[in-house]
């Protein structure tokens, strides 16, 4: 899934990662780089690079968890 957001909605939605949810970018001593008030888990992919399968793979789960009326945004 490759999908290129307009600079307005690609900075409209990094505002909100960086405030409400205070997302920072660097990994931080207390490996908590979200404030959210749900449990979550984070995984590390590491320096290895995915084989097409598993990117194939990876992106299986991105379509299912998308909301029928919605949309679900992956920032780089």
């Not at 920072?24 to 908590?32: A, F, I, L, Q, Y």
């Not at 984070?42 to 990876?58: D, F, I, M, N, S």
Request: proline share 8%; hydrophobic share 35%.
């Amino acid at each position: 899934m490759n999908v290129i957001l307009d600079q307005k909605l690609y900075d409209q939605l990094w505002d909100k990662m960086l405030g409400e949810y205070q997302f920072r970018p660097k990994w931080n001593p207390d490996g908590k780089p979200f404030s959210i008030p749900h449990p979550y888990r984070l995984y590390r992919l590491g320096e290895r690079c995915w084989t097409q399968k598993q990117e194939a793979r990876v992106n299986e789960i991105f379509e299912a968890l998308v909301p029928e009326d919605g949309y679900l945004y992956a920032l780089d």
